[in-house]
Nanobody, 123 residues
Framework: QVQLVESGGGSVQPGGSLRLSCIAT????????MGWYRQAPGKQRELVAS???????TYADSVKGRFTIDRDMTANKVYLQMNNLKPEDTAVYYC?????????????????WGQGTQVTVSS
């Protein structure tokens, strides 16, 4: 079992910045991709950014150029630097990680979620 713990959320004015952190702990096999999702009130959870083990990052169009995802693979940590925040970025942000167990020639994938951290952008 893997636990994901997020930190760094809070309230900020439009144009401000926040940095989210997430650490994976527990009985880890091999963390594969890690990422951040968000869910605003009344909306579905959506991908914000993800990063592969090779460092390839993917971003939602709405955050490109403003958010940056990076990770520390040795520490099983992932970060999300959020700049030029807008009111529409207000949401609960969730950390996500895929843990891969290799069994012979097969891989078993486990998907984990953090409990979420609130980000509020308001003047």
């Amino acid at each position: 079992q893997v636990q994901l713990v997020e930190s760094g959320g809070g309230s900020v004015q439009p144009g401000g910045s926040l940095r989210l952190s997430c650490i994976a702990t527990g009985n880890i096999y091999s963390i594969n991709s890690m990422g951040w999702y968000r869910q605003a009130p009344g909306k579905q959870r959506e991908l914000v950014a993800s990063i592969s083990t090779g460092g390839t990052a993917t971003y939602a169009d709405s955050v490109k150029g403003r958010f940056t995802i990076d990770r520390d693979m040795t520490a099983n940590k992932v970060y999300l630097q959020m700049n030029n925040l807008k009111p529409e970025d207000t949401a609960v942000y969730y950390c996500n990680a895929d843990d891969v167990e290799v069994i012979g020639l097969d891989n078993r994938l486990y998907d984990y979620w953090g409990q979420g951290t609130q980000v509020t952008v308001s003047s």
